[in-house]
């Protein structure tokens, strides 16, 4: 069974820093395109930011230059790098392939906040 363990999320203050994990098991990730996504409360969830298998990102408008997503895949893992946080940041962000998405995992909470 594929399963999605995200972690590294906390509270944090306004222009903090915080790195978010993304270890994947059950699946080779190395063959799949994979996404950070977040969901504020009251909100849908949307996406962040995606890696190719090539290593090619994309990234929603409100993070670029803010936030580095990169992947080791022979750890089976992805990760999201987060800088100059904002409050509008806060939310639970969660992993998944991008493509041929599985069973969503718990997610980790994000607050920015001072």
């Known amino acids: 069974q594929v399963q999605l363990v995200e972690s590294g999320g906390g509270l944090v203050q306004p222009g903090g820093s915080l790195r978010l994990s993304c270890a994947v098991s059950?699946?080779?990730?190395?063959?799949?395109?994979m996404a950070w996504y977040r969901q504020a409360p009251g909100k849908q969830r949307e996406l962040v930011a995606s890696?190719?298998?090539?290593?090619?990102?994309n990234y929603v408008d409100s993070v670029k230059g803010r936030f580095t997503i990169s992947r080791d895949n022979g750890k089976n893992t992805v990760y999201l790098q987060m800088n100059s946080l904002k409050p509008e940041d806060t939310a639970v962000y969660f992993c998944?392939?991008?493509?041929?998405?599985?069973?969503w995992g718990q997610g980790t909470q994000v607050t920015v906040s001072s």
């Open positions: 998944n392939r991008l493509n041929s998405p599985i069973d």
């Open positions: 890696i190719k298998t090539s290593g090619i990102t």
């Open positions: 059950g699946s080779e990730m190395r063959f799949y395109v």
